[in-house]
């Protein structure tokens, strides 16, 4: 009944989608998705759903969906290449991958029954959901910009001030440190759903063994943060310190829509803040920042891993934080937003996996209140904020840390104790007393 009604659900978010995005003469996530059966789509997150789907196949299984996969795309590429087509963005690998998954819904629904089925559609659903998450938030960065034509950006960059600015250092910093640094943090930045697939995949590495999924993973998360973020995109719209106050990336922000050209060199004035107007193009994907939620929930479910995946978790966490600050993709307090954004979904999700309890209710509700009231005070008190950083700057860290202090005391609480720790020691006996005649003596294990 649960996958069924996240079926419906995810089906109801892509037909609104694919109607809006109709609305203003481009392609919805459906389209693209149909599109990606034939044209040449981008490779990443079809492989990376095909690898997915695959935790619930046997090895042997496995080794064949590739092989197919690869076969299909190797025939795409010729086909492509006789005739003169154009590749996308120089990509031309990945119909293999969805042609794969679409054959293994079909095997499900006429090859398996009962409890084979379902596991195999599962696992369908969950590569699916991976490639549909990305288009569907491509049409929403798309819808951004063309439904929200001005920009909170000034109320933002001055409640900023109550955190020093961040990004105006980070970005000198990473200036400093030349091409090395650049190259560096753009890998992080650009592969974080790679970084998820490896942890969703150690997660999932029993699936094909045990013949079901985890009650509680990683893709829950991920997909959970890309659901609801967008749609606080639509209620705080903010493009980000470099196309505010910078020149932008890309060619797609620009000088001469930007309030100021001073990032990453000058700090803005504190004065009065108002809307501005920003062009049709630049996503409005600021507030809060879901490369920090999502780069928090992969160090949240990389912590029961091995020590190298726990290394890497940690990794990718502090170096997307300085990505987005040091590339000027965001404010100090969009991360802060991030955090508690991240906490307050993941923490919603494992209270529905075991049970809601009193305590998970008032975590859930408090990480609500707090991001509510991080928004509100962005949007009615930059000015105040800014004057006094001495003191809204340490509140805000302190709403977060107590999200982040409620979240680890609550889960502690609810993690599931393994079964050799739940089974009572057997009484170590007392040898000094005594015992009734004709009765032997216990001996001490």
Same mark, same amino acid.
């Given at each position: 009944m649960?996958?069924a ?6 089906l109801g978010v892509?037909v ?5 995005a109709?609305h203003?003469?481009?392609p919805g996530p459906?389209t693209?998705q149909?599109?990606g059966?034939?044209?040449?789509p981008?490779p990443?997150?079809l492989y990376?759903?095909?690898?997915l &789907? &695959?935790v619930?196949?046997?090895?042997? +299984? ?6 197919v996969?690869?076969?299909i795309d ?5 086909v ?6 154009e590749?996308t ?24 029954t009962g409890?084979?089925?379902?596991l195999?559609l599962?696992?369908v ?9 990305r ?7 798309f819808l ?6 001005a920009?909170?950006?000034q ?5 900023d ?5 961040l990004s105006?250092?980070a970005g000198?910093m990473?200036?400093a440190?030349g091409?090395?640094?650049t ?5 992080v930045?650009?592969?974080l759903?790679?970084?998820a697939v490896?942890?969703a995949?150690y997660q ?5 063994v045990?013949?079901?999924f ?13 659901l609801l ?9 903010v493009?980000g310190?470099v196309?505010?106050?910078g020149?932008?990336a890309?060619?797609t ?8 050209n ?13 809307p501005m107007?920003?062009d049709?193009i630049?996503?409005r994907?600021?507030?809060?920042s879901l490369?920090t939620?999502?780069a ?9 891993g091995?020590?190298?995946l726990?290394?890497a978790g940690?990794f990718?966490?502090?170096? #997307?934080l300085?990505?987005t600050?040091?590339?000027g993709?965001?404010?100090g ?6 955090v $508690?954004?991240?906490l307050t979904i ?6 529905l ?5 009193r ?5 859930v509700v408090?990480g609500? #209140?707090?991001f509510?009231a ?9 000015? +105040? &904020?800014a004057?006094h950083?001495?003191?809204?700057g340490?509140?805000?860290?302190l ?13 502690g609480? $609810?993690?599931p104790v ?8 057997a009484?170590?006996?007392? +040898? ?6 004709g009765?032997?003596a216990?001996?001490?294990p």
């Open positions: 649960l996958w009604a996240a079926a419906v659900a995810a892509l609104t989608l694919e109607i809006a109709r203003y003469g481009q459906i693209d149909v599109n059966l034939v044209f040449a981008k990443g997150p990376g759903g095909l690898a &789907m &695959m619930v196949l046997t090895w042997r +299984q496995r080794f064949i969906a590739a092989g996969a690869i076969g190797v025939v795409f590429v010729l492509r290449w006789a005739v003169g087509a590749m963005d120089g990509h031309f690998f990945g119909n293999g991958a969805l042609w794969v998954m679409l054959g293994c819904a079909v095997i499900a629904v006429t090859r398996r409890r084979e089925r379902v195999l599962k696992g659903g969950l590569g699916l959901l991976l490639v549909a998450g288009k569907t938030g491509d049409t929403w960065l951004t910009s063309k439904s929200r034509p920009v909170l950006d109320y933002v960059a001055t409640a001030h109550a955190l020093g600015n105006w250092p000198r990473l200036r440190t091409p090395i640094g190259h560096l943090l753009h890998l930045y650009a592969q759903a790679v970084a490896v942890v995949l999932l590495r029993n699936v094909a045990e013949r079901r985890p009650s509680h993973h990683l893709v829950r998360t991920f997909l959970v943060i890309g973020g967008p749609a606080i995109y639509m209620i705080f719209p493009v310190p196309f505010a106050y020149p932008g890309s060619g922000g620009g000088v001469h829509w930007a309030a100021a001073l990032w990453p060199d000058t700090p803005p004035p504190i004065h009065p803040p108002h107007p920003y049709e630049t996503p994907n600021c507030m809060p490369h939620a999502w928090t929930a992969i160090f949240i479910h990389s912590r029961k091995p020590r190298v726990r290394g940690t990718w966490l502090v170096a #997307t300085a990505a600050l040091a590339f993709y965001h404010y307090v969009d991360l802060v937003a991030g $508690v954004f991240a993941e923490a919603a999700l494992r209270s996996d075991r049970g809601w309890d305590s998970g209710i008032q975590l408090h609500a #209140t707090v509510t991080l928004l509100v005070s962005y949007r009615c008190l930059p000015l +105040q &904020m004057r950083p001495l003191v809204f340490p509140l805000l860290i709403a977060m840390t107590s999200v982040v202090h409620g979240y680890i005391r609550t889960t609480r $609810v993690e393994p079964e050799a720790a739940r089974r009572p020691k009484p170590i006996p007392n +040898q000094f007393e005594p015992h009734q005649p009765q032997a216990e001996q001490v």
